[in-house]
């Protein structure tokens, strides 16, 4: 197994327009989290899935936000009409159970919007 | 809520100990996290701490007083390759999913 993989690791788009990342989690980690990194801050958690149900939304996903986890593998994270503000990493974890050695994270997708 | 507090940058110089504290208030602790992360990377893990004291790992060591919301990581034997931003992050059983949040992390800088 070779890690949590996300795709792209960049992306540059225009305003308003939509955009997708994917995460691949190890394999038998059933817990996915979404956390979203600005230069200069931590991570801030987006969403969470347990299997393929997502758990919990943090207030910072905007409607314009959708996360999907199909069959409890791999994770989509799309953003809508994206704006400038949506300019960031976007980066995908993954843990077996709480994990009291953390999560694994991905290598993130860097996200410009111009 | 939670609140999670770093000092925002910190030098030191090769062979040198830093030390980089963390407070936090929390409702629902159940561990403290240190994570790595160097420039445009991936965060990667370092320690946990769930019970008071200290743990060590070779040159890093991280201690906690849940009574004084506090931790602390400390590094030893400083190298160039440390030079990275160095996250503090509590877990919350109130938060589903048991969902890490982090502080914004302390930006080390290490010269020679």
């Known amino acids: 197994d070779t890690g949590v993989s996300q795709d792209p690791r960049h992306k540059i788009t225009k305003r308003g327009q939509n955009v997708t990342f994917r995460c691949d989690p190890i394999?038998?980690?059933?817990?996915l989290y979404w956390y979203r990194q600005t230069l200069g801050q931590g991570p801030e958690f987006l969403t969470y899935f347990q299997n393929e149900a997502q758990l919990e939304k943090s207030r910072l996903l905007s409607d314009r936000f959708s996360a999907e986890r199909p069959k409890g593998s791999f994770s989509t994270l799309e953003i809508q009409r994206t704006e400038q503000g949506d300019s960031a990493m976007y980066l995908c974890a993954s843990s077996l159970g709480p994990a009291d050695y953390g999560y694994t994270f991905g290598s993130g997708t860097r996200l410009t919007v111009v | 809520g939670q609140n999670i507090d770093q000092p925002t940058e910190m030098t030191a110089t090769e062979g040198a100990i830093v030390q980089i504290n963390c407070t936090y208030q929390?409702?629902?602790?159940?561990?403290l996290f240190w994570y790595q992360q160097h420039a445009g990377e991936a965060p990667t893990f370092l320690s946990y701490n769930v019970l008071d004291g200290l743990e060590e790992k070779g040159r890093f060591s991280s201690f906690l007083s849940r009574s004084k919301g506090y931790s602390y990581l400390l590094l030893k034997e400083l190298q160039m390759k440390d030079s990275a931003s160095y996250l503090c992050?509590?877990?919350?059983?109130?938060?589903?999913?048991?969902?890490?949040?982090f502080g914004k992390g302390t930006t080390l800088s290490v010269s020679s």
């Open positions: 929390t409702s629902g602790f159940n561990g």
């Open positions: 394999s038998e980690h059933n817990r």
């Open positions: 992050a509590v877990r919350d059983r109130n938060q589903a999913g048991t969902a890490l949040i």
